[in-house]
């Protein structure tokens, strides 16, 4: 009898024991979401020999690095990526579509985070998240938290602070283009002592008139892309740029630098990271190339870029260990996976392509209209390669609706440069397919056009609303995505993942609720 209970009671020791074993990793105190702007995962790779061992090779050695993370949508950018990163999803639910879209009641551009109704604080932009149509992984830690959690959003550029920040932060901050400071907007409510006191102090503008950049490391090291410029060296003075060197500061890679001296600022002067409650901090970098210049232009920069880029990681990590603790954060980093398009090839070399105007695009397809169906401004506006038709005028002749948009993407299709024009109702209602499916993911009903122009690559498509023309290059993008700290166990992953599973994943090791849009499954086998 006594060895029949001491072996259940060896057998229900070893269960326990397997069960504690298993037990979930501790919710981690911290979670420091890092979104660089344009970093390439090529030129990770290609520039390696000139890092140090505290940044790049410190991921690739204690993170589990995931090379090619996917946006599943068409025309990424600042605005896009950052939303889709927080709110799990596409701007088919989130709303954001891109920088900026046309307004169609106002026929007017709006800017993604423009709110007239909350004033900026250290800027006169009136700032909020009211395009954002779904929560973010902020909104739902502070759910999760009843508001106790310390979240707050630290970025070069208003758009990716604010969309990272969400709803519910307690505070966003970015760089003024005209004075340096860092601002704020009413809508996050009152703005923090602490970051009043670093701009009265510590502001980049008592600093800015002294800072030059020039080469890191000595100019021979820069080797690592194929360029027709002769650079022997670089420098770049802001104070020269005069009404311009804020704007020419934050591409630059000391605009990473400034965001880690307020990131300090933010760790020594609030609770974040110290208690039990698992808090909030989302940062973003720049690793573009200067004044948005071409890489083959400024060959030497973007590779500076790299080096000292590499340095600020180091420089973040570093900090955050010794503030927090890195077993007690789980850092994330990665990538808003587009660059500054490339200028147009040189004719000689004999490369297919043209210019596609959208303006007269859509003054021909108005004309086109016009025979058909009588006089009118059948074409209201255009933006970008959006084509939007005028409903009240289409509604008011009794015209269909469907029989318009089928004949003017027919029109369109037929036009030089042009690949494919697809409607409205075809992206929504139509038959599937990936390519439709990427359109449709980047479409949203209420700020999209009724038709979306596919350009040929190689051609260049000219804007005359915004003034902005560049070649178009349909070329396999993917962005790198790296967790370390937390229980991460380090392993290098070349399958794709979607970045929509981002927002997923970190909320699992939160213990929380997913943003209400996110429907990507969390990314599995990351703790050891």
Excluded at 479 to 499: D, M, R
């Amino acid at each position: 009898m006594k060895g029949r209970i001491l072996t259940s009671f060896l057998l229900t020791a070893v269960v326990i024991t397997g069960l504690q074993a298993q037990a979930a990793s501790p919710v981690p105190k911290l979670v420091v979401g890092l979104t660089i702007d344009q970093l390439r995962s090529d030129y990770i790779e290609a520039f390696s020999a000139l890092y140090g061992e505290r940044g790049f090779k410190r991921l690739m050695k204690e993170g589990r690095v995931y090379y090619n993370a996917e946006y599943d949508f068409v025309n990424v950018d600042r605005s896009s990526a950052v939303a889709s990163i927080y709110t799990g999803t596409t701007p088919y639910y989130n709303g954001i579509t891109g920088n900026r879209w046309m307004d169609r009641s106002t026929l007017c551009l709006i800017k993604s985070v423009d709110d007239p109704a909350y004033m900026g604080v250290y800027s006169s932009e009136s700032t909020s998240p009211k395009y954002l149509q779904a929560s973010t992984l902020s909104d739902e830690l502070m759910v999760a938290t009843g508001g106790a959690a310390e979240v707050y959003s630290i970025a070069p550029t208003r758009e990716m602070a604010v969309l990272a920040a969400g709803h519910s932060s307690k505070g966003a901050f970015w760089l003024n283009d005209e004075t340096g400071k860092w601002s704020g907007t009413t809508y996050y409510g009152a703005f923090p002592e602490w970051v009043a006191t670093y701009n009265d102090k510590e502001g980049l503008d008592f600093r800015i008139d002294n800072l030059s950049w020039g080469p890191y490391l000595p100019v021979t090291s820069y080797k690592y892309v194929t360029s027709d410029a002769k650079q022997l060296t670089f420098t770049h003075d802001f104070a020269d740029e005069r009404a311009e060197k804020y704007r020419r500061f934050k591409t630059s890679p000391y605009a990473n630098d400034e965001v880690n001296r307020l990131v300090n600022a933010c760790l020594t002067a609030t609770q974040i990271g110290k208690d039990n409650v698992p808090d909030l901090l989302t940062i973003s970098y720049y690793a573009g190339n200067y004044a948005h210049r071409s890489n083959s232009e400024y060959a030497m920069e973007i590779q500076d870029m790299y080096v000292r880029l590499d340095n600020s990681i180091g420089d973040l990590l570093d900090l955050i260990d010794r503030k927090v603790g890195l077993s007690n954060t789980l850092f994330f980093i990665t990538s808003t996976g587009y660059t500054d398009p490339d200028p147009k090839d040189p004719d000689t070399y004999r490369i297919p392509g043209g210019e596609f105007h959208i303006k007269r695009c859509g003054a021909l397809l108005n004309m086109y209209l016009m025979a058909i169906y009588g006089q009118g401004n059948y074409v209201e506006t255009y933006y970008n390669r959006e084509i939007y038709l005028n409903h009240k005028l289409i509604e008011e002749k009794k015209l269909n609706l469907t029989e318009v948009l089928n004949r003017s993407s027919d029109f369109i299709v037929q036009m030089s440069g042009v690949r494919e024009a697809y409607t409205s109702q075809r992206l929504m209602l139509g038959a599937w397919t990936p390519k439709i499916d990427r359109i449709r993911n980047g479409y949203n009903i209420n700020c999209s056009g009724d038709i979306y122009v596919e350009v040929m690559p190689g051609w260049s498509f000219v804007d005359e609303y915004s003034n902005n023309s560049y070649v178009v290059r349909d070329i396999y993008a993917s962005a790198p995505l790296f967790f370390i700290g937390n229980n991460v166990k380090p392993e290098i992953l070349y399958t794709p993942v979607k970045v929509t599973a981002i927002a997923p994943t970190v909320a699992h090791f939160m213990r929380i609720r997913a943003p209400n849009a996110a429907s990507s499954a969390p990314l599995s086998n990351i703790c050891k």
